[in-house]
């Protein structure tokens, strides 16, 4: 990754910074060591996770991932990045990897398959439950890319989601890892649950 694109993922974690810093001194000033509405400490916890991803996001960019972001003249947007990644079979139960193995012709069977992994994914707290979804158009977006101008020769998009962004992403197409996963999220077990995309269905 370029200096340039260091400096300027750099100048991205710092401007979300700033916002959530602005967020904060509203709410003080309307209250906030008194105690303040549900829709304000949502906001802030949504605004933090922002900061969060754009922190994780410049790590992404130093460990040599493709870190990509959107923004007007005032402020962050929307940020994703992407990784390489595989499906493989030491890393899935039997029933499920034979259901992965038959998406392909037998001359195509082996022990895994490219992927491309979503690492990060954030929409600032002021673009969020608009009419237009902005999560939704990052997802879009990667998916078209994928299938336009593969370079990795993938045929699925992984990603690891938050208990909490999995209905998201089973609106945008993306299906549990296996019954495992599945049980995994109904059961509120762990941080994250393994999900994936295939490219098959929109090409």
């Given at each position: ?101 038959n998406l392909f012709p037998h001359s195509k069977h082996r022990k895994d398959y ?61 299906l549990f890892m296996g019954q495992q996963e599945r049980l995994r999220y109904e ?17």
């Amino acid at each position: 990754m370029t200096d340039d694109a260091k400096a300027a993922t750099a100048s991205v974690l710092e401007r979300a910074a700033k916002e959530c810093a602005i967020l904060k001194e509203k709410a003080k000033a309307e209250g906030f060591k008194e105690g303040y509405d549900e829709g304000k400490r949502q906001s802030l916890e949504k605004c933090s996770k922002f900061v969060d991803a754009a922190a994780q996001l410049l790590a992404d960019i130093n460990s040599h991932k493709d870190a990509y972001y959107l923004e007007n003249e005032n402020e962050t947007i929307l940020f994703f990045s992407l990784s390489n990644d595989k499906i493989a079979a030491m890393e899935l139960n039997n029933n499920f990897w034979r259901k992965i193995k038959n998406l392909f012709p037998h001359s195509k069977h082996r022990k895994d398959y490219p992927a491309v992994k979503i690492g990060r994914l954030g929409v600032n707290v002021n673009y969020q439950h608009q009419e237009k979804s902005w999560g939704s158009f990052i997802l879009n977006y990667i998916k078209q890319w994928m299938i336009t101008e593969n370079k990795t020769g993938c045929r699925f998009i992984t990603v690891d989601a938050y208990q909490s962004a999995v209905p998201f992403y089973l609106k945008n197409g993306f299906l549990f890892m296996g019954q495992q996963e599945r049980l995994r999220y109904e059961s509120h077990v762990g941080d994250t649950v393994a999900m994936y995309f295939d490219l098959m269905q929109i090409v």
